[in-house]
């Protein structure tokens, strides 16, 4: 079996329509984590701003809310301003104030976000969640890290 960082690598390197790569990278990702929703938001550092890439599973009716976010503002923002994943078992229940409050409107339960990097600058982030609760390991955030920083590669080219 062709191991995860070798499927993106593979996507991200062949395929002919970079405006739909990064969903199907998504998909790729997602499967492996089984998660149902997933975001790439690409960061623009003047104007502190991430913006939406890529998405999947998300309602309609939030995509007008994820399309432009904050540095420092909901999880990809809180991403951004550390440079560090955040992680939480239950984006329903959670009451640490980092998720916008729209979030819960997704039906996520466990959600993990990532930095994607540009050598050591942020590029952006990769974010997956799942509708039950989950708290993702070590493990799995190392596995995901690696995913967006090929992401992160990518979007550099």
């Known amino acids: ?19 739909t790569v990064l969903e ?3 998909h790729v990702t ?8 997933g975001t790439i938001h690409r960061f623009d ?6 913006y939406l890439a890529a998405h999947v599973g998300l309602p309609p009716q939030l995509l007008e809310a994820v399309k432009t976010i904050p540095a420092g503002k909901g999880i990809a923002g809180q991403v951004v301003v550390s440079g560090k994943p955040v992680t939480m078992c239950n984006l ?18 466990g959600a993990l976000c990532v930095p994607l990097r540009d050598g050591y600058k942020i590029a952006g982030t990769l974010g997956i969640g ?7 390991t070590p ?3 190392r ?10 590669r990518f979007l550099k080219l």
């Open 130 to 136: 799942t509708v039950r609760q989950h708290d993702y």
């Open 92 to 109: 329903q229940t959670n009451t640490s104030g980092v998720a916008r409050p729209g979030a819960k409107q997704t039906g996520v339960g």
């Open 24 to 26: 199907q990278v998504l």
């Open 139 to 141: 493990e799995e955030t």
């Open 45 to 50: 550092s003047e104007n502190q701003l991430l």
């Open 1 to 19: 079996m062709i191991e995860l960082h070798e499927q993106i690598e593979a996507l991200l390197l062949n395929h002919p329509h970079r405006e």
């Open 30 to 37: 997602l499967a492996k984590f089984h998660s149902e929703t």
């Open 143 to 152: 596995e995901l890290e690696e995913v967006a920083r090929l992401i992160g």
